[in-house]
């Protein structure tokens, strides 16, 4: 790497300061750097905890002369710790200063931080107790530690530990340039991820949108590649919260994933998550082009695959049923590039893994939104930032604006329609009846258009009996209609009930066009673009 010196060798390991918070791994961690002829300073819990392990250990506070005051919230902050880390060793007036002083450089510091992030996730947590878990002395202890990498190894958490040790046994007790300058990565890394969750901690605590936002992100996943393959691509979950796109997922056959079926995973599971009973959700360029409810899990996936088989040619499918064997031949049929349920009964596997592509995930448990999550979308410079779109408005919320009051029947069909709406990019149309989607308009200029689409899309897929399937059948719409020609061409089609926001100038027109037909049209009040 260009910012590694490389007349920088390898250093010799003589003196260690650890002091962790997850103690995971560090007594192996003292013994190995003893085996290696390490001398080993700590303080309070870690050193009794290495020391009840047979390890000699000196405390911090006996190697500087200054007692631990303030409850422990001052123990490593003094000159003889830092002059240790920050010396230069190829520096003739740092080493003089050290000797003038009798100060021995320190080779290697092993910190992990205070739980803050832990400590704000409990319930109830006073602001004393977080302030509390704010680290001090190991945020600066592990800066001081990775700016001198030059000089310094440096250790953040326990996975490091081995690599160390190895190094260390096969070089006597040397660590190589390249080692430390990584590890002083990992270590910036993990304070700017420590700092980002105090910052986002104490904005909330004034506005949802603060002045500054400061995030930190994991990496969880190396994809295959991004939206193209000529694209590098790779998944990071954001810090700080409590699920992402993969929780509760296992994959347990197929290629990795790439960028495009991530996306269309997470709008498959965000979509089944919003509907009740079995029910399959068919995603193809992160819109649904299929979603049913059905009887179990093979017809709920025949009814939304029958809705467009084209689209759901290579689609990302979700179903919340256990995958039968007999569902798993009909799947067979189809391409599939992801494949998501709970589990799979007996000799189902056996029949989906016969294609090497196909990739099958169990999924034990639907997403749950995260109050604390915004939405982001990134644009040239920057980043657009919002609060997530809410849950589907309940239907004691909506109003009724025609003089045709909609069946029981109608209301199951809009408020499954909407819904489906609210996860389609916009401008979206669908048309549904009896929990099955007939035909999807997503991503049209304009809303008549998606209309045109979605009645397009039920006359490709079923020909002759379209027009039956229509008959009846319910229009949802994302946003207000400007002009009537949306809903008069969806009531041509056999439309006889529509759900929409409302709040176009142009209402009333869109109403007296329904009422003329004897349309039913209930307004949400609320509209759902997905851009």
């Known amino acids: 790497m ?107 510091v092993c910190v992990n931080l205070y739980p803050f992030e832990e400590t704000i996730a409990k319930e109830d947590v006073s602001p004393r107790d977080a302030i509390e878990n704010i680290d001090i002395g190991g945020p600066t202890m592990l800066r001081a530690a990775a700016k001198n990498h030059e000089d310094v190894v440096v250790a953040v958490k326990p996975e490091c530990y081995d690599a160390i040790l190895a190094e260390m046994d096969e070089t006597d007790g040397e660590v190589s340039a390249s080692t430390r300058h990584w590890l002083a990565n990992e270590a910036f890394a993990q304070v700017a991820r420590y700092d980002a969750a105090i910052s986002q901690w104490f904005s909330e605590s ?86 049913a409810l059905g009887d179990n899990g093979l017809d709920a996936y025949e009814r939304a695959r029958d809705c467009d088989p084209i689209s759901a040619y290579g689609g990302v499918i979700a179903i919340n049923q256990p995958i039968s064997v007999a569902l798993a031949e009909s799947l067979h049929k189809n391409f599939v590039e992801v494949l998501v349920a709970p589990s799979y009964e007996e000799g189902a596997l056996e029949v989906l893994q016969q294609k090497e592509a196909i990739r099958i995930f169990t999924d034990q448990a639907s997403p749950f939104p995260d109050s604390r999550e915004k939405d982001f979308k990134r644009v040239r410079g920057g980043i657009l930032v919002q609060d997530r779109d809410g849950e589907p408005e309940q239907r004691e919320m909506m109003e009724v604006v025609t003089k045709t009051q909609p069946s029981e029947e109608a209301w199951n069909d809009m408020l499954f329609a909407w819904t489906v709406c609210r996860h389609v990019r916009s401008n979206a149309i669908i048309l549904a009846k009896g929990g099955v989607t007939l035909g999807i308009g997503a991503g049209q200029m304009s809303r008549v258009d998606s209309t045109r689409l979605a009645i397009e899309k039920c006359r490709d897929a079923h020909g002759d009996e379209a027009a039956d399937l229509l008959t009846g059948c319910a229009m949802a719409s994302d946003a207000f209609f400007p002009f009537a020609d949306g809903p008069a061409a969806a009531i041509e089609a056999g439309a006889t009930s529509v759900i929409q926001p409302g709040g176009s100038k142009r209402d009333g027109e869109v109403i007296e066009a329904c009422d003329e037909s004897e349309t039913a049209m209930v307004f949400t009040k609320h509209r759902h673009f997905r851009h």
């Open 206 to 291: 004034y506005e949802s949108f603060p002045e500054h936002r400061v995030l930190a992100f994991e990496k969880q996943l190396d994809l295959s590649y991004g939206e193209n393959p000529h694209q590098r691509a790779a998944f990071y979950s954001e810090v700080g919260l409590d699920s992402n796109v993969l929780t509760d997922l296992a994959k347990l056959h197929g290629r990795a994933l790439s960028f495009n079926n991530v996306l269309d995973l997470d709008s498959a599971r965000r979509l089944l998550a919003d509907l009740d009973g079995p029910a399959c959700v068919i995603v193809k360029h992160n819109n649904p082009c299929g979603v």
């Open 2 to 108: 260009d910012n590694i010196d490389p007349t920088n060798g390898p250093i010799k390991v003589r003196r260690a300061l650890i002091s962790v918070s997850d103690k995971t791994g560090v007594t192996e961690f003292a013994a190995g750097l003893a085996r290696c002829g390490v001398e080993i300073l700590s303080t309070g819990g870690t050193a009794k905890a290495l020391r009840d392990t047979g390890l000699d250990v000196i405390d911090v506070s006996e190697y500087t002369g200054q007692k631990e005051i303030m409850d422990g919230r001052v123990k490593t902050l003094h000159p003889k710790i830092y002059a240790g880390l920050l010396a230069r060793r190829s520096d003739p007036s740092h080493v003089e200063v050290l000797e003038t002083e009798g100060i021995p450089p320190i080779d290697l």
